[in-house]
């Protein structure tokens, strides 16, 4: 039985090498594993400082805390991401306000931001979907003119580059998450960059119990627990290094879809504007011009085939009542179309070259039988 799963984490004898190691030191917490991880992230994006955090939800609620985002404050961002993106904005007390996306990148579009801006406006939450980075020139010159911070949910777009800065320097504050099926993982686990000295202290705090940095007990607000353990660190860090290898092989299993796709008008492969790179922590075509159940049928011949796909996002963020706020559905066109067309398909670095051949050849024959 042939049996392709959509993601399959890297587990090889290093990361289990190195789980044994902090094992062994008997330090599975707030050890040297955490500080060396730290330090190794900031060099990969550039990025001045760093800090591990348990997952990339908590990483997004510090960061929003750490740029001074609370009660009564609008955050926009895209209702085309995972729910944890627009839900971090609520654990701050803060509304999101969602914004329609570009058809082509299935980024927040730039031109449609400005709109949304209101007096209580004091952030953008940019993600940058399925590995792609969004626009950022244009996004950081309305954030200047109207005073507005940037935050970079990079939860999938590890390693990504945007003219010559790297995702985790795109933004004001960047998050990352290590969730297992992610480019890079420690089973649960996340990240951030900053250029800013005093966001890094402040996000440092709440990651501890707001615990005072010389006085232990001592508390200067509200904070959580969002330590990682060095567990996950140590894991971490061998995925750290296998980065340039994991996206090489991404990008490349990507061209290899591109390349025998591209004859299938209706069928729409990921577009790169020339100025950045696509990680690729999903590969997603789409169809255009057919209904439905073209997509419903697709995903269920592949699956009979053993070819596991799935849909991200089915169901837009605005549509869930927590999240709702005053959004009406007129005012995102290119997300409802969307998320009835999307498809993901295979595409971690594990898939053997026979795989995607089997992959590209059942996708063809699809296409070809119902005139994509
Ligand atoms: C995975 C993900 C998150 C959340 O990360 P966790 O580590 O699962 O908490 C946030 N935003 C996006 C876009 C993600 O893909």
């Not at 190195?18 to 008997?26: G, I, L, P, R, T």
Request: hydrophobic content about 35%; glycine content about 4%.
């Amino acid at each position: 039985m042939i049996n392709i799963p959509l993601s399959k984490p890297i587990i090889g004898k290093e990361e289990k090498h190195e789980v044994m190691k902090v094992m062994d030191s008997a330090i599975l917490a707030q050890g040297r594993k955490v500080l060396e991880l730290e330090k190794k992230f900031s060099s990969m994006c550039g990025s001045k400082y760093s800090l591990a955090i348990n997952n990339g939800t908590a990483a997004l609620h510090t960061a929003l805390y750490a740029v001074g985002i609370g009660v009564g404050d609008e955050v926009i961002t895209t209702p085309f991401t995972f729910v944890a993106t627009a839900n971090s904005i609520l654990m701050c007390g803060a509304k999101p306000v969602f914004v329609d996306i570009d058809e082509k990148t299935y980024n927040i579009d730039p031109d449609k931001i400005e709109q949304a801006i209101t007096k209580k406006t004091k952030a953008i939450l940019v993600v940058n979907l399925y590995g792609l980075p969004a626009d950022y020139d244009r996004i950081v010159r309305i954030a200047r003119k109207h005073n507005l911070l940037i935050v970079e949910d990079a939860a999938q777009s590890v390693g990504a580059k945007y003219k010559n800065k790297i995702s985790g320097n795109l933004a004001d504050i960047s998050c990352f998450s290590l969730y297992a099926t992610k480019n890079i993982m420690s089973g649960e686990g996340g990240m951030i960059t900053t250029n800013s000295k005093k966001y890094y202290e402040k996000a440092k705090l709440f990651r501890h119990h707001g615990q005072d940095q010389n006085k232990r007990y001592y508390y200067s607000g509200l904070g959580y627990n969002y330590r990682m353990t060095d567990i996950q660190a140590a894991i971490a860090l061998v995925q750290l290094k296998r980065l340039p290898w994991i996206t090489e092989k991404r990008q490349q299993n990507a061209k290899i879809y591109s390349n025998s796709l591209v004859k299938h008008n209706n069928l729409i492969t990921p577009y790169i504007p020339p100025d950045r790179t696509h990680v690729y922590h999903q590969y997603t075509i789409r169809f255009d011009n057919q209904s439905p159940i073209t997509r419903k049928r697709f995903r269920d011949y592949l699956n009979k085939l053993g070819i596991q796909t799935n849909i991200y996002y089915p169901v837009p963020l605005y549509k869930f009542r927590h999240l709702t706020n005053n959004a009406k559905i007129e005012d995102f066109p290119v997300t409802e179309k969307l998320v009835k067309q999307v498809v993901s398909l295979p595409i971690h670095p594990l898939l053997k070259k026979e795989e995607i051949t089997y992959i590209v050849k059942a996708i063809q024959t699809f296409s070809s039988s119902n005139n994509l």
